[in-house]
């Protein structure tokens, strides 16, 4: 309820304080003064009529209010529309949108405005929006063939209009139907005074092409026909030149074909031109009055038109054939009669052809599929009407709203009251009028005003209105809504307004004076078979179809039903109708008789208001309870007002309800629980909550502002942070790319280094650098080559001894040239000892013993180096005797040579015989050739030498030889070197013992009386063939001198 913050006045009149008749003209005349023409009493809408265009429709309106629900923005027929398409839409319920007002009261525009919303908020599609087009489009042809200027209204529907349109369950237009109510055919014929015929008459002389009109054989003044009223041939407002093409495209919209079109306006043609169709007063032979044609041309152009022998028309015009069983009267009509049927022909033509026009849109809007349909049914009847003079269309035009009234009450009030029952609320009852009577009164099958009319028109014999109001006198003289001037006389009242031929109804809207006159008529709707039968002849086939009772074939003698009948049928199938649907009411209130914009007579709303039951129906809606809701919507309404219910309830609604409202301290008689709703009693309280929501509103407002920009910062900050994310670990994996990219370009670089080098080293052979490398080492080798071969040819000799060996041609040769030279020295050597015999080897091992014994030790061995080792240098192999001085010795004599004994005594110098064996040394001496000392070769113990050429050699022996006794040998041997060689030998081979040699210059020679030392001298010569000297030095010494 946000309309109660900025609203003009109060925008529901439930909430109005006080609520009284008073208040609430002056807050209706608030409101409307300030341009706000609409008004809830709850649900139902109360619309004054601004005669003005109000900046309040169109597109954006539309959109404002199909996101809003019905109480969230201003009052607004939108509102209502919305309500109701939601409603069918979301909740499946057929809906009926009931628009009810006295003429002129905005009823027609309410139900255009509310058939553009739902067009507009409908969904779209190109076969929706050309079933669209086709229900709005045939509001401006209907408006064209049923609306008229009246004094009340400058755009008067003059039917009754029911439009159905069907939806398929997603809420788009499939089609419609239209129903049209009785339309006011005595129009065409007579208007009052400042009221104009139905529109199209002037449409068509208006807008009419010079073509369309010399087709139709019309002329564009208004007063060329009779039955155009010449004084009011314009409306303030109306284009009637544009109108009329608005009305042909809307036709060709609609699906009307060009021939339909023309057809069409060629039976409105016919209708204008027979009101020019003049007669004049006949006399018939017989002296009976009788009538003619004045003037022909009228009559001549429709024949020509319709194809029809204008002598039959006139012959249907002025005569009347009766028909019977059994006979054919033909009887002449007189001047009055003939003008009668001439309108009624007019009449009929035109309201047939109204129907036709209806049945031909509803042709082209019915829908075909059979699938489920929803529908929304919009009433737009005619309204109350109260003229100076009331007839028959005036009766059934306020039957209608009599009706209408009653399922307002029906469905309103009632309902109203009934809810409290329903939902449990302790309630007594709220008066208010109940129209039943009056509907009673005159629908009553067999005691209603129309079954009287019925009976009156149906009864043999003399039969006239006025025996029909006398009728009515005398069934309702005790009726409290009917009155006369009969019944007033019986009540001895006296009425000036009350003519003698007219009754008066009370009507829920008022008091309303009927004349009687051609009620019967009327009724009876009776075109004579005459005309019916002359119109069915025409070639004309759309005229000749409205007119199928003109059929010979067809004709029956069965009375059609009555007008009245007929119209009350019509309502009962309408009011059927819209108790099955959810309803919806729009009370449009006219504010002024004037058609002025600003002006508000209070008095007449005050009138409308009074029978529209206004007030009562604000009573009843609050009488207990201002203010009711279903617990749910309640509960999401208010429950920002309670910590409990806010932002979370768990429980039921009408739990959370009941705590809400308990916390907030409200007076228990504010409100009451019904079984589904919540009532709330005052205004007061609902406002006192409206207030506090707002209050709430503004601080929820601020804490949702104060989440939302806590919100933007902390997922601004969080995108920031996932950006700044995201970039670093693109970053970082750049980088790592970046460096395995270096790495692997690396070990590719490495690899193809490595296998580069691998490779080169495998080709490097091939190369042109290598080249020089390979030809010199080429050229080294054939150098080499030639070096090794000249060599080999040109060897040295063989001889051992011969060290000459070729130089190297080349430096480099030098140390090859040094090995070459040593191994084949050793070469020759070897081959030198290869071919040596046994014995040469022998000897030459003696030899190497030798050197190894003394060379570089004793001066004497290089001579004997090159002097064979004879070791038999006394013959002894010749000489027998010498060998026996061997005795008997085994093995051979290694050596037999003469030494000299130096005697220890003097020094002197003795010759011996050596012989040496393998072991024993044995002396003998040369000329006794006797053994003179065996000396085993184990009991020498070590030999001294001197490192001179000389031959002394003492030869020590071990202390317990059986020679030892005679100590030492001092000896001197020309072969020392030989001798000691051969004796060493003989011991190692014999004891394993190594002979100790000492070369020294001095040693000491043990005697059996003592040691000699002996010391040996170089003398002058030297030493050469074993000369020398010794001299006794002392006893102990002996000096020798070589
Ligand atoms: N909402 C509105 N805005 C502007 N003008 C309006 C509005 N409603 C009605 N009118 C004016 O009032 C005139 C009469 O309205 P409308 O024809 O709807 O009356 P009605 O109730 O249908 O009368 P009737 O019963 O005679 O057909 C319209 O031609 C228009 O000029
Ligand atoms: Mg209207």
Redesign the pocket.
């Known amino acids: 309820m946000t309309l109660l913050e900025r609203s003009v006045g109060v925008e529901d009149l439930v909430l109005l304080e006080p609520l009284e008749e008073k208040s609430l003209l002056q807050n209706l005349q608030l409101r409307y003064q300030n341009k706000e ?1 609409y008004t809830y009493i709850g649900n139902v809408l109360i ?1 004054v ?6 900046p309040i429709y169109g597109p954006e309106f539309i959109a404002t209010y199909r996101d809003y629900t019905f109480y969230e923005q201003k009052p607004h027929i939108y509102a209502l529309a919305n309500m109701a398409y939601q409603s069918l839409r979301d909740l499946d319920r057929d809906q009926c949108l009931l628009i009810t ?10 139900s255009k ?1 509310v058939m553009s919303y739902v067009a507009a908020v409908c969904e779209k599609g190109e076969q929706v929006n050309s079933v669209k087009e086709q229900l709005l489009q045939s509001n401006p042809v209907l408006e064209a063939f049923g ?1 008229a200027k ?1 004094i ?6 003059r039917f009754g209009k029911y439009m159905d349109v069907e939806f398929d369950f997603k809420g788009s237009p499939l089609g419609g139907v239209i129903t049209n109510y009785l339309l006011e055919k005595s129009r065409v014929v007579k208007q009052l005074e400042g009221e104009r015929n139905f529109h199209i008459f002037y449409q068509l002389l208006a807008g009419a092409d010079a073509q369309l009109m010399k087709a139709l054989k019309l002329e564009p003044d208004v007063s060329s026909y009779a039955y155009l009223n010449p004084k009011v041939s314009r409306v303030d407002g109306m284009d009637d030149a544009s109108n009329f093409k608005a009305v042909q495209n809307a036709m060709a919209v609609i699906g009307f074909s060009e021939e339909e079109i023309r057809r069409v306006l060629e039976v409105t043609a016919l209708v204008l031109k027979l009101g020019n169709v003049k007669l004049r007063d006949e006399f018939q032979a017989s002296g009976v009055s009788a009538s003619g044609i004045l003037d022909g041309k009228a009559l001549q152009e429709i024949g020509e038109m319709v194809g029809l022998n204008s002598n039959d028309i006139e012959k249907a015009l002025c005569s009347r054939t009766m028909e019977t069983a059994k006979e054919k009267v033909v009887t002449a009509l007189n001047v009055i009669q003939a003008h009668y049927a001439r309108d009624a022909l007019a009449k009929n033509i035109y309201s047939r052809l109204f129907n036709w026009i209806v049945n031909r849109i509803n042709d082209s809007i019915k829908v075909n599929t059979k699938e489920e349909k929803k529908v929304m049914g919009v009433l ?1 009847i ?2 109350f009407e109260i003229l100076e003079d009331n007839s028959f269309e005036q009766f059934v035009i306020n039957y209608c709203n009599e009706k209408l009234q009653q399922v307002f009450i029906e469905m309103t009030l009632k309902e109203e009251q009934e809810e409290y029952k329903r939902e449990g609320i302790p309630w007594t009852k709220v008066d208010y009028f109940d129209n039943g009577i009056i509907c009673n009164l005159i629908e009553h099958n067999q005691r209603g005003i129309l079954a009287m009319l019925d009976e009156e028109c149906l009864r043999p014999g003399v039969v006239s209105d006025s025996t029909f109001l006398a009728k009515l006198n005398q069934l309702f003289s005790k009726h409290s809504h009917y009155e006369s001037k009969v019944t007033q006389n019986a009540q001895r009242q006296y009425d000036h307004t009350m003519g003698l031929s007219c009754f008066r109804i009370c009507h829920y809207a008022g008091k309303v004076t009927y004349s009687v006159t051609s009620f019967i008529d009327k009724n009876n709707d009776l075109l004579f078979r005459d005309l019916s039968q002359v119109m069915w002849k025409a070639q004309h086939p759309l005229l000749r179809s409205l007119f199928p009772e003109g059929d010979p074939k067809q004709a029956s003698l069965k009375r059609p039903p009555t007008a009245g009948t007929q119209f009350k049928n019509s309502v009962s199938i309408l009011m059927k109708n819209l108790y099955a649907k959810n309803p919806n009411y729009i009370r ?1 209130i006219k504010p002024n008789e004037q ?1 002025q914009r600003g002006l508000f007579s209070s008095e007449l709303v005050a009138v409308q208001a009074r029978y529209l039951g206004l007030l009562e129906n604000v009573r009843v809606r609050r009488a207990g309870y201002a203010f009711r809701q279903g617990y749910g919507p309640f509960l999401e309404r208010y429950r920002l007002l309670s910590k409990s219910t806010w932002p979370h309830w768990n429980g039921g609604d009408r739990e959370g309800v009941e705590k809400l409202l308990g916390e907030l301290s409200l007076s228990p008689e504010e409100m009451t629980y019904g079984k589904t709703k919540i009532f709330i009693r005052s205004p007061k309280t609902l406002f006192f909550l409206e207030e506090q929501r707002r209050l709430r509103l503004q601080q929820l407002a601020t804490l949702i502002q104060k989440i939302y920009r806590g919100w933007r910062c902390r997922t601004h900050y969080q995108q920031m942070r996932k950006s700044q994310i995201l970039i670093s670990s693109w970053f970082r994996g750049n980088m790592q790319k970046k460096r395995y990219g270096k790495m692997k370009a690396s070990a590719l670089l490495i690899q193809a280094f490595v296998r580069g080098w691998k490779a080169r080293k495998d080709y490097r052979k091939y190369f042109r650098s290598g080249a020089a490398l390979t030809l010199a080492n080429f050229i080294y080798k054939s150098i080499a080559q030639k070096f090794l071969l000249g060599l080999k040819n040109n060897l040295p000799p063989h001889n051992v001894l011969d060290k000459t060996w070729p130089a190297a041609p080349y430096k480099y040769f030098n140390t090859a040239n040094r090995e070459l030279r040593k191994l084949f020295h050793q070469w020759k050597c070897k081959k030198f000892r290869d071919r040596l015999s046994p014995k040469q080897v022998e000897s030459l091992r003696e030899k190497v013993c030798a050197s190894e014994l003394f060379k570089d030790k004793k001066a004497s061995y290089p001579q004997s180096v090159p002097v064979p080792f004879q070791g038999d240098y006394i013959g002894l192999q010749r000489n027998p005797k010498l060998q026996k001085l061997k005795g008997g010795e085994e093995g051979p004599v290694l050596l037999a040579d003469t030494v000299k004994k130096v005697n220890r005594g003097n020094g002197k110098t003795s010759s011996r015989i050596l012989l040496l064996t393998k072991r024993h040394v044995i002396l003998t001496d040369t000329k006794k050739s006797q053994t003179k000392t065996v000396i085993g070769l184990d009991s020498v113990a070590g030999v001294s030498v001197t490192s001179l050429r000389d031959g002394l050699f003492g030869l020590h022996l071990t202390e317990l030889s059986s020679v030892g006794s005679k100590g030492d040998f001092l000896l001197i041997s020309e072969h020392v070197v030989e001798l000691l060689t051969k004796m060493y030998q003989a011991i190692l081979e014999t004891t394993q013992k190594q002979l100790p040699i000492t070369v020294t210059e001095k040693f000491s020679v043990k005697f059996k009386d003592g040691s000699v030392s002996v010391k040996v001298i170089q003398g002058p010569g030297d030493g050469e063939k074993g000369k020398l000297n010794c001299k006794k030095k002392g006893s102990q010494g002996l000096e020798v001198t070589v």
Do not use: F, H, V, W
């Not at 009529?49 to 109000?54: E, K, S, T, V």
């Not at 007002?101 to 309410?110: I, M, P």
């Not at 009340?152 to 529907?157: L, V």
């Open positions: 023409i619309s009529n601004p005669y003005q265009q109000l007002g006295e003429s002129g009261a905005g009823k027609t525009e309410a405005l609306n009246t009340r209204n400058n755009n008067s529907s737009d005619y309204g449009c058609q």
